[in-house]
């Protein structure tokens, strides 16, 4: 086996150990997915850097944009201090390494495109506009519906949450409805709206890489703001660089890496410099490459 092979393998094998790894670590209460119940103990209070259901029965932590939700369409509508501090910290320190190497919804969209079936290029006139339709879910549906659109009670409910969010079906809905016939029977229209939603991003999943973090997701929206300033890079050396394009081609984002490496899309998974025959790509944190 070549060195650029197993130089592959090995940055691959790392980022699937540490999606999987994190996974479990954010998702470790068992006894949630046996007994149909959501865990409820003082970690709950704790928002994690991904997007992973608050309703899922492992979960020990909250989600970020469900967190933030919560605060902004509270009576009151209070500025949510700890859940943007974290967040501009995660984004400061790594960016959306937290996307490529973390979240547990970017894992199972990774798999499903290893299924062997023929992948889809979309167009760039289609693919460019489209990618700022996370900017605008961000912006609605998490940060102005919640302080602008309150029910008669004066509680504005979690618009993403309840209308868009797949990892929310995935990861809670499925789960307590499969271990609870109450909530089966009372599941409706909404469930199966959100059903819709999720098959939707699973069938996209397996033709295109990551559509969901591309398109949709308000988390990968409000990190890569911070892309171009968070501590961790990449870097191209140009007078290295073959221009072969094996790294655009490996790309899961679609980045063009040869002109814009570290691209507010990159979501520093490492495949562009895992397959670089000439090792003209390097990571690590500002000033100091690897």
Not at 20 to 25: D, E, H, N, Q, Y
Not at 52 to 57: D, I, K, L, R, V
Not at 62 to 79: D, E, F, K, N
Not at 150 to 165: E, L, R
Request: hydrophobic share 45%; aromatic share 8%; net charge positive.
């Amino acid at each position: 086996m070549s060195g650029m092979h197993r130089n592959r393998l090995k940055r691959l094998s790392f980022q699937r150990i540490c999606q999987v790894a994190f996974a479990v670590l954010i998702n470790g209460y068992v006894v949630g997915f046996q007994k149909g119940k959501i865990y409820t103990g003082k970690s709950k209070a704790l928002c994690v850097p991904v997007l992973n259901c608050y309703s899922c029965p492992g979960a020990l932590g909250a989600c970020p944009i469900g967190s933030l939700q919560t605060v902004l369409g509270a009576r009151g509508h209070h500025i949510p201090f700890y859940v943007l501090g974290m967040l501009m910290l995660v984004g400061i320190l790594i960016g959306r390494a937290a996307c490529g190497l973390l979240c547990p919804f970017g894992l199972v969209q990774d798999l499903l495109h290893k299924i062997p079936v023929p992948k889809i290029k979309v167009p760039l006139k289609i693919d460019k506009p489209a990618r700022y339709l996370k900017y605008g879910i961000l912006l609605v549906t998490v940060l102005l519906l919640p302080l602008f659109a309150a029910d008669k009670t004066g509680i504005a409910p979690p618009y993403f949450c309840k209308y868009i969010c797949p990892a929310g079906t995935l990861e809670g809905g499925i789960p307590l409805l499969l271990a609870n016939e109450t909530l089966r029977r009372a599941a409706g229209a909404l469930f199966t709206w959100k059903l819709l939603v999720l098959l939707v991003i699973v069938f996209a999943s397996v033709c295109i890489h990551r559509p969901f973090c591309r398109y949709l997701c308000p988390l990968g929206a409000f990190y890569a703001l911070f892309q171009r300033f968070s501590f961790y890079q990449l870097r191209l050396d140009k007078e290295k660089c073959v221009d072969c394009k094996q790294c655009e081609r490996s790309c899961p984002m679609a980045v063009e890496v040869t002109r814009n490496i570290n691209s507010p899309e990159c979501i520093r998974c490492g495949k562009c410099k895992a397959v670089c025959p000439v090792g003209a790509i390097s990571s690590g944190k500002v000033g100091r490459e690897s």
